[in-house]
Structures are given as C-alpha cells and as structure tokens.
C-alpha cells in the first residue's frame, strides 16, 4: 500500500515542479521582453540577466511571491526611454505596474487588458501616445489608473466604468477629446477623478455628482459646457472646475447663473453638428449616455421621446419664469459673500498643475510595502511602551514619500532651513501635502524622547491646526519626514508688506478678522487639556508659521515640532523670532517658554494683521493708537473696514504684547473677547 502511495505521489511532485518551472519560464521570457522594449539602450535593467531567476532578488524593481511569480514591477523613476511591449501580458500574476515618471513612448498596448490580477496601473509622466484602450475595462480588480501627463488621445472610454473597485482615475494632461463618460458615474468606489487639461466638451453627467465616495473632481481647463450638477457642491475645493466658459450653474462662486428662456436652454449634450451643418455622426460621443442602445431600438427610443422632450422644455421655460427673480437674487447674495477668496485660490491651484505631478497614495498597498520593506524604519519598533507607541495609520512607507516628491525634486522645495526642508507632494489617492525632512542629527538622540515627540503631535487635531497625516523614518537616509496637508494659499507673511498696484494680495477686512480669530482658537486648543492631549506651548508662533487653505482660514503650522528637535537646533530657530519681535521679552532672563509667551506672539500677529506690516516691533499700540484707527489700519484697505473691529483688535495686541506676563490674558480670555 505504502508503496504504491509512493508511485502514485512521485509523478504528482514531478508534475508540480514542472508546472512551476513552466511558469517561472514564463514570467522570465516576459520580463526579457520588457527588458529589451523598455531599455534598448541597456543602462538601466542590465540586473535582468536573461538567464537569471526574477525572483532571485537580483533583477531591480522585480517583487515576487511565495509561489515565485512576479506580482510587482516598480521601474518609476528609471529614465527607461523606450516602449511597452505586448509581452507584458504574459506576466500574469502582476498586481503592480509603477513605471511612471519615465520617457515611455508609444501606444499603451491592449494586451495589458489580459493581466486580470492587477491592482495598480502607474503609466504617468511618460510620452505615450493614441488612445486609451478598450481592453483595460476588463481588468476586473485595478484599483489605481494613472494615464496622466502624456499625449494620449481620442476619447475616454466608456467600459471604463465597468471598473467597480476603480479608487483613482486620473488622466490629466493629456490630449484627449469627446465627452465625460456618464458611466463613471457607476465607480461607486471612485474617490478621485482628474481629466484636467484635455479638449473634453460637452456636459457633466448627473451621475457623477452621485459617486458616494468621489473627494476630489478635477476638469480645470477643458471645453465642457451646459449646467453644472448641483450635487457637486458638496464637494467644496474638491471640485475645481476653472476655464471652462461654457458651464454654468447655482451655488458655484466662480460660475455664471445658466441662461433663463430669454436667451434658450443651453444644450446638455455636445451638439453633433460641424461648421457647415452637415452631422458629425462619428464623433457624436455617445458614452454621455449611461444606457446602451444601437440599431433600431434607438431609432424607437429617439422617436417615442421627442413629444416629452417638447412637454419638458415648455415646462422648463414656464418654470424659469417664476424662478427667475429668486434665482438673481440669491445669486446678488452669493456675490457678496467673503467666499469670493475661493476665486483666488482656485485660479493659483490651476498655476500650479504643471508643477507638480502624480504620485502615491496614502494607504500602501502590500506590493509596495513589501518591495521598499528594507527602506522602512519602525525606529524600536514600539518598545517605548504604549505611552510612546503611534499608530500604524500614521506611519508611510518610504517608496510614497519619494515618489509624492517626485524623488524630493528642487521643483518641489518649498523652502529650506538649516536643520529641515520642506517639499510639495501628492500622494497615490490624489491629496497635496507638504512634507518636511528632518536630518536625524537635528531630532533628540533618544529614541524614546523623540516616539514620544511623534505621539504627542498625532493627538493634536483642531480646525485651526495643521495636523500631522504621518511620518515615515528612515536609517538608510538618515532623515525623518513629517507629512501634513498643502496649504494653497501659503503663508501670512505673504500678504504683509504689499506693495501699491498688487491689490490681488491685499487681505479683505473680513478675511483678517477670521485669520486672528481662528489663530486665537488654535492657540487656545494648544493650551488647554482637550482631547485627552497635554498642555502644549507652540513656541514658535509668527506670520511664516500661519498658513491659508482654499478659503483662507487660518491654520498654525508645525504645533509641538519642538518636542522631536534637538535642543541647540530649536534653540537656533529663535534667532528669526527675535529678530522680528516674536520672542516675549522675559525669555531673555528666563530662557524658558510659557503660554504667555505663546500670548505675546498671537499679539504681534494681531498687530501684523492690523496694519499689514511685518515689522511692528517699534510699533507702541496704546489708547494713542487705538483712537487714531486710520493710521494704524493697513492703507491698502482705503479705508475699508469696521472701526468697531479694529478698535478690538487692537485692544487684544494692547494686551498681548504687554511686557509683564502677568497682564497679559490667556487665549481662552482672548477668544471670548474676539467671539464678541
């Protein structure tokens, strides 16, 4: 019996080793292909020897499973300069496919479609050309589509909404035309859409303003035109839809109301006639339609709904009648609103597309994880104990840091300081951020001092902060990189100072009160108790510091940073602050930071805000000044702004900024002061 089992499980071996021979052979072939098509010149996959193992650790950006199949090919960055062969169907296990930021030329092969098991497509910031193909609807689990910063063209597929588990699709940048697929509206899990920068016309299909989970919805610069969905606004900055002159809409502060019946309806779908009145039947985009029909049966759909149509537009154009006088003014309303800031930001965020490119996202996905393992440093690996430990929400892998900098590119550097530098960046799910690098010489040598340092600024969390989205350390680089949101509109520092015929930067009234006012409640949060947090002192308040999302609210940057440096390099920092009348004048005898001197420099700010001057350290604001309100306020308001508001203000810099710490009140004070 025992014998014949043997006989019987031999050949079974045999036949699992060859099978397994047969596919590692396969994926080798493969990857010789892409190989040669990819690197014809041969400097830069000269590791993938043709008689090599791919899964022997020897061939670069090749990761593999237990089962010894190629499941990631991760080339970004690599300078190849040469085509994307059919042959990488072959790799059939590949979940991965990161060859973005690279000279790529040539068509995207429909092959591609046959790898069923892939989850990311990264094929951005190359030179491929034609169109996007068909055949990628069939990829059942991709997760990621990444086509932009090419020279693609024709027209967006609409299969392409077959792609249910499909989070990002983005395809910026490039030259495509037709209109906005109403299938993507079926991507129930999509959270970003970018088809920015194209030649799209046409209409916004109902359906996308309908995607539970979509975050983020960019169409800046296209041809589109016809009435915006309402659902959009929802939204808020998420929805950036700039230098499309023919859309139109309610509830959008940079959008024209859609004409009434005096002047018609505007047309929801791309009118199929050229120049000359003969029908562009060919290139009538018929994915507007979230329904397939062909043949006869449209023909019957065409015919039978020409009566409503009639009955819809009468009926339209009655109600336009008795909407029209609340609709304009509703819309005088709107115009008035401080909300108008939004048109500055949106118009500097379309300035700055072509600088910044696409990259990763926030969760890593198991492929890179495991590739880019080694690069990754869990510090002790939470040996502190749970009093230092920080969670793994909070942690990046390093592969995401370098690729949302674009490999920490100068383009991208925000600015630089003696002990850290500070980068644009945008991860893998489409979100800016700002990310600042720490040389490790420059944070606390115990490790345990600087988890704890981590901990704390993972708890801060309020509306008026720049909180902290994760970190990632590395010893092989030797630096720590912190990640926080991108503020748009930079830094209040900008607006001081400005120079007669720059109006565009010259803070309104109201937008300086709201600025003061969510610095006070941010401040406050630090020095309270709340959220189970400690007490913490910011020690480095200034303009540099105070930063302005899409509608201009305030948030303070880099809270408790101080926690994770060095003493001499925070000690350093203060040369600046003293320099510019932030240091409170008891820490020359003291040398300690308090919440009073937090207070004192919230006092200078408001007194910068005041009168939109950096240097306001000679400035004395007594009853003097108080009551001489026009020589004080910034001139660039030519008068424009509330006495009542600015006689407070100044009151609150009064008092900030006395030179006991004793008088001076505490922010809880000041912002129940300010909330008056």
Known sequence: MAASLFRFTIPLLLLSVLAASARNEEDARALAALRRALDPAGRVLGSWNPSGDPCGGSFVGVTCDTAGRVTAVSLQGRGLSGSLPPAVAGLRRLQGLYLHYNGIKGPIPREIGKLSELTDLYLDVNHLTGPVPVEIASMANLQVLQLGYNQL????????????????LAMQSNQLTGAIPATLGELTQLRRLDLSFNSLFGSIPSKIAEVPLLEVFDIRNNTLSGSVPVGLRRMNGGFQYMNNKGLCGVGFSLLELCPSSEDGLKPSKPEPFGPDGTVKTREVPQSVNPENCSGSRCSKSANGSEGVLIVAVVAVVIGA??????????????????????????????????????ACRRSASP????????SWDPLSGGGVGSSGEV??????????????????????????????????????????????????????????????????LSLLRHDNLVSLRGFCCSRGRGECFLVYDFMVNGCLSQYLDVKDGSSASVL?????????????????????????????????????????????????????????????????????????????PEYATTGRFTDKSDVFAFGIVVLQVITGKRDVSQLKVGAAAVSDLDGLVDGNLNGVFSRTEAARLAAVAAYCTSEVPNQRPTMEAVVQQLSH
């Open 367 to 374: 492929l890179i994880s495991v590739e880019y393992s080694n």
């Open 508 to 584: 309104d009234w109201p937008t300086r009160v709201s600025i003061v006012r969510g610095i006070a409640k941010g401040i406050e949060y630090l020095h309270s108790k709340k959220s189970s947090k400690p007490p913490v002192v910011h020690q480095n308040i200034s303009a540099e510091k105070i930063l302005l999302d899409h509608h201009f609210a305030p948030r303070l940057s880099v809270p408790g940073l101080h926690k994770l440096l060095a003493d001499d390099v925070v000690f350093s920092t203060l040369k600046a602050s003293a320099a510019m009348g932030y240091l409170a």
């Open 153 to 168: 063209t024709g027209s967006i597929p609409p299969q392409l909404g077959n792609l249910n588990k499909l989070t990002v």
């Open 321 to 358: 009648a008795f909407c029209g006088l609340f609709a304009f003014s509703w819309y005088r309303r709107q115009k008035q609103k401080i909300g108008s800031s939004l048109e500055v930001s949106d118009s500097r965020l379309s300035t700055d597309h072509f600088q910044q490119k696409e």
């Open 391 to 456: 969670g793994d929400s909070f942690r990046f892998n390093l592969e995401e840091v370098e690729c949302a900098t674009q490999y920490f590119s100068d383009v991208n550097l925000l600015g630089k300081s003696g002990f850290a530098a500070t980068y644009k960046g945008i991860l893998r799910d489409g979100s800016v951020v700002a990310v600042k690098s720490l040389n490790k010489t420059s944070c606390k040598q115990e490790e345990s001092d600087f988890l704890r340092g981590l901990k704390m």
